[in-house]
């Protein structure tokens, strides 16, 4: 397993992101299941495990405390995030975090998902000064944020000061064609070590068009589709950890291979990923990782990423695919456009068009 010197320590370039993990059929996370997974990577030298306070529904936390509580403490990191939406009691948020992992400190700890519309809410309500008393106290080792903003917000959190690290969203997509770059460039420059969320853009990089596919294959038959996106971000040296939020022992287990055994990218390599991830954006259109910040908001209950996931389909296969949305309860028919989706996306997508672009397609 690859390692890099991050905050301190060596840390696993692969880190695991807990808000994916494998549920049954009444939504909860299936304990065993998910608990393979964190046996796979934790035996194969993955020793970086993220979660937050909000992650399935608070249930994220405490299965990862109780998945990784037969391992030594100090022989893994453990990161968790406090989300000022969720829960403005920044105090009673933090202790019963540490009761949900059972555990008495917390190696990264991040404010979560810093936006335009929160940053103020993040540096003014009292919630750094007292994370920053956590870490005098030892209960808090390395102290951050997570990103999805824009580059004046970041460099208002930079100039505020303080951290030890930030992570954004980070891949060749968004190095393309949004702010990645430009966020990763100015981290860099204030010194601060880069973790990168969404290394394939909520799997949206996994599985490219058949097309495209096709001329990354032809290049290299031997590398899967995700780990183009891991090699990437292998060659920039300011990138210290990626996660990966895995649902399968398989996508464990060619996370392992490629962070076991890949190399960065060639220069040859990268141009023919930039052209080819070029021609991919033309051919999808909603750029939705599926974090479903907007869920809890609509009115009307629409599962809002299985509209945009049927809507990519049906930008892909064509209007067929736009069908599937009469399979569900509520869907795009029933979207009244209200915006309230909207405010709530990092990717800022214009759900309510998409919406109706996509109830028309299933009509026609
Ligand atoms: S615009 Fe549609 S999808 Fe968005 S919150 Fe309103 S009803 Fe829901
Ligand atoms: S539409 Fe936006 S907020 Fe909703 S799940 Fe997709 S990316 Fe997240």
Not at 15 to 33: A, Q
Request: some cysteine.
């Amino acid at each position: 397993m690859k390692t890099k010197t991050f905050c301190d320590s060596e840390v696993s370039l692969l880190g695991m992101g807990n808000m994916r993990l494998p549920t049954s059929e009444d939504g909860k996370i299936d304990f065993d299941r998910a608990a393979a997974i964190i046996d796979r990577l934790y035996n194969n030298g993955v020793n970086y495990y993220d979660t937050a306070y909000v992650y399935h529904g608070g249930e994220s936390e405490g299965f990862v405390g109780a998945a990784l509580k037969k391992y030594p403490r100090e022989s893994f990191h453990v990161a968790t995030k406090y989300n000022c939406r969720a829960n403005p009691d920044f105090k009673a948020v933090f202790e019963e975090q540490l009761e949900r992992l059972d555990m008495d400190y917390i190696d990264y700890y991040l404010l979560h998902a810093i936006g335009d519309s929160t940053v103020d809410t993040y540096l003014t309500n009292g919630c750094v000064e007292f994370f920053r008393e956590q870490k005098r106290l030892g209960k808090i080792r390395h102290l951050g944020f997570s990103f999805h903003a824009s580059l004046e917000t970041m460099r208002k959190m930079l100039d505020f000061g303080g951290w030890d690290f930030a992570q954004i969203q980070l891949n060749y997509l968004d190095w393309l064609f949004y702010d990645a770059k430009a966020q990763y460039d100015m981290l860099t420059k204030a010194g601060l070590p880069v973790i990168v969320m969404e290394p394939v853009r909520g799997g949206r990089l996994a599985k490219l068009t058949d097309e495209t596919e096709a001329q990354l294959l032809a290049a290299h038959p031997d590398w899967s589709i995700p780990s183009w996106a891991f090699r990437f971000l292998m060659r920039l040296d300011n990138v210290k950890l990626i996660l990966s939020g895995m649902s399968t022992l398989d996508q464990a287990d060619d996370n392992i291979k490629t962070f076991n055994d890949a190399e960065p990218l060639s220069d040859e390599d990268a141009e023919l990923l930039f052209s080819v991830c070029k021609d991919f954006k033309k051919q999808i259109s909603a750029p939705c990782t599926a974090c479903r910040y907007c869920v809890e908001g609509c009115p009307m209950e629409i599962d809002i990423p299985v509209m945009m996931d049927i809507y990519n389909k049906f930008k892909l296969n064509g209007r067929f695919a736009a069908r599937a949305i009469n399979d569900h309860e509520h869907s795009a028919k029933d979207c009244i456009g209200c915006g309230a989706c909207t405010v709530q996306c990092p990717q800022s997508i214009d759900i309510p068009a998409l919406m109706d672009e996509l109830r028309s397609a299933a009509e026609s």
